[in-house]
């Protein structure tokens, strides 16, 4: 995934980090046998790519308001899952 970090979170370490497992996600959506969200609910709108894609936006400018609160919850949880090979 391209990513164009804001230069506060590209300063960090935090952000190069989010930054290099944001760029290793291609979006092929096999986490979503591990996500508890999309076990649960079984919907598309509600699954790891999209929480992730959200999250790149917030690093990128976006203000934080406008992701959905289930995200802030376990945004962290998704992204630090080691079913796949971008963490
Ligand atoms: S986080 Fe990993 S498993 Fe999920 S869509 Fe990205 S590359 Fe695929």
Do not use: W
């Not at 699954?47 to 962290?76: D, F, M, N, W």
């Amino acid at each position: 995934m391209q990513t164009q970090l804001s230069p506060a979170y590209r300063a960090t370490a935090e952000g190069q980090e989010a930054d290099a497992i944001l760029r290793s996600c291609v979006h092929c959506g096999f986490c979503n046998a591990t996500c508890p969200t999309y076990r649960l609910l079984g919907d598309k709108l509600d699954e790891p790519r999209g929480r992730i894609y959200q999250i790149k936006q917030v690093l990128e400018g976006v203000p934080a308001s406008t992701i959905q609160a289930c995200c802030k919850a376990i945004a962290s949880k998704s992204l630090a899952s080691d079913t796949c090979g971008t963490s």
